[in-house]
């Protein structure tokens, strides 16, 4: 047992019994670095990584290798779930020097922290091209003893190159009707018209995008826009990459045509995902989005929710086979004799042709994905449906893929969003009832007394990492989402406290946001990175929470804050649209204001109620709502709000202007 044992990361545990000597990412394990005279060899990965677990078992596993290392070097495990801005600092290292990144991360460092070598994943013999990972042990512990200076000379040209990085935040002003026709026009030529989706294989579900696709719609009624973003969503819907029986979407497809995913599942990219497909819902009425929705929002809450009421990170990709090997995708994949094993030869052919399994199969070893092909005709839906049930029961009895039950800030205030709207959406109080339990858990566990975050925390326990940018905006957007759905005004207060936090100690000169605060540990750079990833970028998420507060408030600070935030969409935003989605959705709730809805009747009464409905189904970019009692205080847009002529009334306000109040569902949704 070596000295991870102990902490909260289900990723580091997994080498807790390593043969390698590892340490956490501590500044003790860089003193004994340092009073050892060796380099510090830094692997980074994820508890759902694949490859990280191939390279565990070929290399970390191996006691041979692992004498190597513990002899020549410190060896340091990070997750980089845990420790996002270490991950960050040495990826755009990486990426710098190799062109290219991902995990697991393999990074050679001076005690002082400075990278000097990299690496992805190492065989543990050379194999394509590749040099062997004792290869390279041995080779940077012969340069290390050999040529010392030459060594220092790289790492610190590599550190002064990353410090010397500046980002331009696009000059003054926020981006407008050119930027973001611009930015339109550049999604248009990356589209793939055939297939849904942007560029080609391996193809992430573009949720950041889809998002801006959907308010720009709203705000311009471009039916460009929504087409593309209503095929690319049915294009996954129907795809591999969503899974058929037990709903909830895979990490990415590995083809161009959503086919064949890579199946971890991530809570964020589902979290993401329900939301995408019930805005989409509010503007098409789509079945299949409505269906989708909600086939996720449950999906996170059976797979995903923890004991404590928050939700778990992720599924892995891998699960044992019923050999007692683990292999990718063997939960989820069927071959045409498992399906006549489980429904009998004549539903088994039915369901083949229904999802597209074949004799060949989509994917490995003749086994499929199931999905849904467009060519498949149209079936029997209570054959279809008895099918799908039993398959689904058949596959719970297969081990189940494993499960990182660490909860994870920012990704369970992407969960609160999502879940509060969806729940609102469609008449499902648990899913709302879900998301305050876990916004209750935010509340408790990851906050102390002066409203900072810690990033994350396991089976009720805080994990010891300071909160980033990402986490103090998705909980504050969570928290908002939460508050407009439930009328109860503790949580815009919440969401209040922590963009106060984002303005003290996040923001720089320019409207420039960090992703570490002010007080943060420092790294050889501190991290800033305005481009969405997997997720939203902390600056433009923040920016998006920053707007929706000083809407909800009238705060000028806060407003000042996001529309300098945007600065830099106004820079990229034309250039690489796809990689900032979210601050392109964002923007576009800046230009249509964003409208100030308030609605004020008595609990009981089915007018109030419907004036309720009929705002939360808004497709306006970025409207905020808060519902209630003429002359409450949980909201400051219900200040002055009273009822007409004793019948409920909504008042609508946009660009600082207000309209007549209106008490008939159809008068406000022409307003919206």
């Not at 190159?161 to 009707?177: I, N, T, W």
Request: hydrophobic residues 45%.
């Amino acid at each position: 047992m070596n000295r991870l044992a102990g902490v909260t990361s289900p990723y580091l545990l997994q080498h807790a019994d390593n043969p390698v000597d590892w340490w956490p990412w501590t500044p003790e394990a860089f003193e004994e670095a340092r009073r050892r005279d060796v380099p510090v060899l830094l692997s980074v990965g994820y508890s759902a990584c694949h490859w990280c677990h191939v390279m565990a078992h070929e290399s970390f596993e191996d006691e041979a290798t692992a004498a190597l290392v513990n002899e020549n070097f410190v060896a340091v495990k990070v997750d980089r779930e845990e420790r996002p801005d270490v991950d960050a600092v040495y990826m755009e290292a990486v990426q710098a020097a190799t062109g290219q990144g991902g995990w697991p991360m393999t990074v050679f460092l001076t005690p002082d922290a400075a990278p000097f070598y990299f690496g992805t994943y190492f065989p543990p013999e050379p194999r394509h091209g590749m040099p062997s990972f004792p290869q390279v042990l041995e080779g940077v512990r012969d340069a290390w003893a050999d040529r010392r200076e030459e060594v220092g000379e790289v790492a610190d040209r590599i550190v002064r190159d990353l410090a010397s990085r500046s980002l331009a935040h696009g000059g003054q002003g926020v981006p407008g009707e050119e930027e973001l026709a611009q930015a339109l026009l550049g999604l248009t030529r990356e589209y793939d018209a055939k297939r849904g989706g942007f560029g080609g294989a391996p193809k992430f579900p573009p949720s950041m995008t889809l998002e801006f696709l959907l308010r720009h719609h709203a705000r311009t009624s471009s039916e460009g826009a929504l087409q593309m973003a209503a095929d690319t969503c049915e294009a996954m819907a129907r795809g591999g990459i969503y899974d058929q029986l037990g709903g909830g979407f895979a990490r990415y497809a590995v083809d161009d045509a959503w086919v064949v995913p890579h199946f971890e599942k991530m809570l964020y990219d589902n979290a993401l995902l329900c939301r995408v497909y019930a805005h989409l819902w509010k503007a098409t009425g789509s079945d299949l989005a409505r269906r989708i929705a909600l086939e996720t929002a449950d999906f996170m809450v059976r797979e995903l929710r923890t004991p404590e009421g928050g939700f778990a990170s992720a599924l892995d990709a891998d699960s044992d086979d019923g050999t007692g090997e683990h292999v990718e995708g063997a939960y989820y994949v069927w071959t045409p004799e498992q399906l006549a094993e489980v429904l009998g030869e004549r539903d088994a052919a039915l369901a083949a042709a229904h999802y597209g399994v074949t004799e060949d199969g989509t994917f490995e070893h003749g086994s499929s994905v199931l999905q849904l092909p467009q060519d498949a005709g149209v079936a029997d839906a209570g054959r279809t449906a008895s099918i799908a049930a039993r398959l689904l029961a058949a596959r719970e009895e297969r081990e189940r893929p494993g499960r990182d039950d660490k909860i994870v800030a920012a990704w369970n205030g992407l969960a609160v969003a999502a879940l509060a709207e969806t729940g609102a959406l469609f008449d499902r109080p648990d899913l709302v009832e879900r998301a305050t339990e876990a916004a209750d858990l935010l509340v408790r566990v990851h906050m102390d007394e002066t409203a900072r975050l810690t990033r994350t925390s396991r089976d009720g326990r805080a994990g010891g990492n300071a909160g980033v940018l990402e986490d103090y905006a998705d909980v504050a957007e969570g928290f908002l989402a939460l508050a407009a759905v439930t009328g109860e005004g503790t949580w815009l207060e919440f969401a209040g406290f922590l963009l106060d936090i984002v303005l003290d100690r996040f923001t720089g000169e320019g409207g420039a946001l960090y992703d570490t605060a002010h007080d943060a540990e420092a790294l050889i750079r501190r991290p800033q990175d305005p481009t969405d990833n997997a997720t939203p970028s902390g600056w433009t998420a923040a920016a998006g929470a920053l707007l929706s507060y000083a809407a909800h408030t009238g705060s000028e600070a806060h407003r000042a804050a996001a529309e300098g935030a945007l600065g830099v969409v106004k820079a990229l935003g034309p250039r690489a649209p796809r990689f900032i989605g979210w601050g392109l959705a964002v923007s576009e709730a800046l230009l249509d204001g964003p409208r100030e809805i308030a609605v004020v009747g008595a609990p009981g009464d089915e007018a109030f109620r419907e004036l309720c409905r009929t705002a939360l189904r808004a497709t306006a970019p970025g409207a905020v709502l808060a519902f209630g009692t003429p002359g409450s205080e949980e909201f400051p847009l219900l200040a002055d709000r009273p009822l007409v002529a004793g019948a409920p009334a909504a008042y609508v306000c946009r660009h600082f202007t207000c309209d007549a109040p209106v008490t008939d569902p159809a008068g406000l949704r022409a307003k919206l």
